[in-house]
């Protein structure tokens, strides 16, 4: 297998939530962990945790939130808010135009909440995947040790890439705290930050393929006069 140059991993990279039954080889993504030591941070604090699921742990994981999502007893608190409260356009289109090509690749209808409802609790199965992530960071680190993560989780995701698996990242695990940092396995004092489903990706499933545009670059940088 050739490997992908970094310009056609960032590009072919996209987020995959449905995912063939072949399994993923514990070598290899072990390999792939440790590569991603290699992603940057602040000082070089690395403040990123990583628990990895599999088999009958990630089974359990995907059980016990079911049973949390049912019981109305159970609610959760969220560690954090996803997205700033009556976040403004332009963020909150792009935030809608990502939602509706998602559930138009799979024939939901906008006024179809049951569809749509059906498809998110899909998170709390990791999709499908055959191996599941956690990510968290201690309580006491900072927005810029937050940033650092993502730095970490595109790194991870560029990685998984060039090996030919899919991954999507998934804020949506933090919905439950408590069940995911009760399986996980995750310190008290550490705040879950998010999940990832990681898998070889099913090249037929629509939801894998459509367009998800990014806003054009004048948008987002501002090239200043000398
Ligand atoms: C930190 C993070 C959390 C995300 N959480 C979710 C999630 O909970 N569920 C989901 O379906 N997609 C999730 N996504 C995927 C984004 O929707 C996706 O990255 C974005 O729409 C861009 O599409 P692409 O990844 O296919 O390029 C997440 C992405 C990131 C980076």
Known sequence: MV???????????????AFTDRAVDGGLLRELLDKARQAPSGGNVQPWH?????????????????????????????????????????????????????YASIGVEREDRMGRMA?????????GAPVGLLIHTP???GKPQWADLGMWLQTFMLLLTEAGLGSCAQEAWSAYPQTVK?????????IFFCGMAI????????????ANPR????????????
Request: hydrophobic share 40%; charged share 30%; net charge negative.
């Open 3 to 17: 490997a992908l140059s970094v310009s056609q991993a960032v590009a072919s990279r996209r987020s995959i939530r």
């Open 50 to 102: 990583v628990a990895v699921l599999t088999g009958a742990r990630l089974a359990r994981l995907v059980e016990e939130t079911r049973a949390a999502m049912l019981n109305p007893d159970s609610r959760e608190s969220p560690e954090y808010r996803i997205y700033p409260e009556g976040l403004p356009d332009p963020w909150r289109a792009r935030r809608s135009a990502n939602g509706e090509a998602l």
């Open 119 to 127: 498809q998110i609790s899909k998170n709390f199965e990791f999709f």
């Open 139 to 141: 309580d006491f680190m």
């Open 182 to 190: 009760r399986i996980g396995e995750v310190p008290d004092d550490h």
């Open 199 to 210: 898998g070889y990706p099913n090249p037929d499933a629509p939801i894998n393929s459509f």
């Open 215 to 226: 806003a054009p670059l004048d948008e987002t940088v501002r090239f200043l006069d000398d």
